[in-house]
Structure formats: structure tokens, C-alpha cells
């Protein structure tokens, strides 16, 4: 089942209907947040005032995570405030374009944990399912986008950088050398 998602012609073509899907839900919440006058301050400090307890012991279910809001987030409220509403936006454009799309993928799906963990289940399940198939299709997904012609280039140049611009060490008669990291 896993090599039919990630390498057939057909399942490319449902994963380009399910990732332009997903990068308009993506697109639309970042351009709303950009567009609308975001502010992540109020969101924050609900989260860390009114974490997620386990009813039983009314433990944090997640401490640490609660303990990066308080300290990190809502002191650089103005920040999130831009880098959320930009990174929505740019895992949307990935995706409608199958640019960099298992990477779009991933992205959306760690903000939609980061969301939950704060305690919004929204449609961020929903969403963390349709990203998690996307990034599971890996380049098949963006078959019928930019990765069809960006992954070779990506995939030569970082060969290239490797290599250091040919195909490896080689002794003076012209046999590989062995090669010790």
C-alpha cells in the first residue's frame, strides 16, 4: 500500500487534489490572520492560564510545552503574531504548488500539534490526518507540481555538495578510494 501511495501515477493524482485542498485551508487561515489584525498574545495566555490537565490528578498533561508559552511565546508575542500567519501561508502555497510538499506537510502538521498541545482541537485533526497522508506520499505528492522538476535539481545539487563536485575520490589508477569519516 505504501509504495502504491508513493509511487503511482494515479495516487499522485488524488494526492494533488488532497494537497491543494489542504494548502487552500492553509492559505485562507494565514491570509485571514495577515489580512485581519492578528494577535496571538490573547491565545497564549489562555493556553498557559488554562492548560491541559489530566482530570484525575489535575497534572499538566503538558508541562513543558506550557512552560515554552509562558517563557518564550508570550514574551515574544509580536513575533509569533508574524512568523505564524507567514508559516501558514507558506506550508498553503507549498502544497497548491507541490513545492517542497513533504516539507509543506510537515510543517502544517507540527502547527496543528502545536495548537492542540495548547489546548485548540478546532480542525486540527483533521487536518493533522490529510497532512500526515501528504507527507507519508512523500514526492508522489507533488508529482504534479514544482517537486516534479525541483526534487532532481535538489537531489544533484546536494550530490554535488556531498561528492564535492564529481563522483567521489578516486586513487591516480583511476579505482575509488576508500573514503574514512
Same mark, same amino acid.
Given at each position: 500500500m505504501l509504495k502504491w501511495i508513493r509511487e503511482n501515477v494515479y495516487a499522485a493524482g488524488l494526492f494533488f487534489i488532497i494537497r491543494v485542498y489542504l494548502g487552500w485551508e492553509w492559505?485562507?487561515?494565514?491570509?485571514? =490572520?495577515?489580512?485581519?489584525?492578528?494577535?496571538?498574545?490573547?491565545?497564549?495566555k489562555g493556553a498557559v492560564t488554562k492548560p491541559i490537565v489530566d482530570k484525575a490528578t489535575n497534572e499538566l498533561v503538558y508541562?513543558?510545552?506550557?512552560?515554552?508559552?509562558?517563557?518564550?511565546?508570550?514574551?515574544?508575542?509580536?513575533?509569533?503574531?508574524?512568523?505564524i500567519p507567514i508559516g501558514e501561508c507558506l506550508v498553503g502555497l507549498g502544497l497548491i504548488l507541490g513545492a517542497l510538499t513533504t516539507t509543506a506537510a510537515f510543517f502544517g502538521m507540527l502547527m496543528n500539534f502545536m495548537f492542540m498541545f495548547a489546548g485548540t482541537v478546532s480542525t486540527n485533526p483533521w487536518l493533522i490526518l490529510i497532512g500526515g497522508l501528504v507527507f507519508l506520499a512523500e514526492t508522489n505528492a507533488g508529482r504534479f507540481g514544482v517537486d516534479y522538476y525541483l526534487m532532481p535539481l535538489l537531489r544533484k545539487a546536494?550530490? =554535488?555538495?556531498?561528492?564535492?563536485?564529481h563522483n567521489g575520490p578516486t586513487a591516480a589508477d583511476g579505482k575509488p578510494k576508500a573514503v574514512h569519516v
Open positions: 492559505l485562507t487561515a494565514g491570509w485571514h =490572520k495577515l489580512t485581519g489584525g492578528f494577535d496571538a498574545t490573547g491565545f497564549i508541562p513543558t510545552f506550557t512552560a515554552f508559552l509562558e517563557h518564550f511565546a508570550l514574551p515574544n508575542a509580536t513575533w509569533f503574531n508574524i512568523v546536494f550530490h =554535488k555538495m556531498r561528492h564535492g563536485g
